[in-house]
C-alpha cells in the first residue's frame, strides 16, 4: 500500500508559477515511476510528466514541455512538479501517481497503482 499527498496548489495569473509536491508513505526507491496527471472539468485525466526511479528520465506531454519539471527527492520520499509559465489552459486537477510495475505506457493512467487525492491549480487570465 502507497499513501500520496499532494500539495502546492493554488490560483495564480497566467505566466507565473507554481511548486507541486507529492509525499509517499512508501520510500520512492522501492516504486519504480512516479507520475503527475490532471483533469479539468468535463475533460478526461491526461497524463502530465513522469520520472524514473533513479531520476535520471523524465517525460513531458507535448502541452508542458519546456514550462513544466519533474523531479523526485528519495531522501524525502517526494516528488515535484515544477510548473513555470502557466496558462489558463492548465487550471485542473493535478494528481500524483506511482506505478509499481514499470510499464513502458507511462502515459496511460491504467499504468499506474496508487493516486493521491489531487490538488487543485488555477490560472486566472
Known amino acids: 500500500q502507497v499513501q500520496l499527498v499532494e500539495s502546492g496548489g493554488g490560483l495564480v495569473q497566467a505566466g507565473g508559477s507554481l511548486r507541486l509536491s507529492c509525499a509517499a508513505s512508501r520510500r520512492t526507491f522501492s516504486i519504480n515511476r512516479m507520475g503527475w496527471f490532471r483533469q479539468a472539468p468535463g475533460k478526461e485525466r491526461e497524463f502530465v510528466a513522469a520520472?524514473?526511479?533513479?531520476?535520471?528520465?523524465?517525460y513531458y506531454a507535448d502541452s508542458v514541455k519546456g514550462r513544466f519539471t519533474i523531479s523526485r527527492d528519495k531522501a524525502k520520499n517526494t516528488v515535484f512538479l515544477q510548473m513555470n509559465s502557466l496558462k489558463p489552459e492548465d487550471t485542473a486537477v493535478y494528481y500524483c501517481?506511482?506505478?509499481?510495475?514499470?510499464?513502458?505506457?507511462?502515459?496511460?493512467?491504467?499504468?499506474?497503482?496508487?493516486w493521491g487525492q489531487g490538488t487543485q491549480v488555477t490560472v486566472s487570465s
Open positions: 501517481a506511482v506505478d509499481l510495475g514499470g510499464g513502458s505506457r507511462y502515459y496511460l493512467p491504467t499504468e499506474y497503482d496508487y
Open positions: 520520472i524514473s526511479r533513479s531520476g535520471g528520465i523524465t
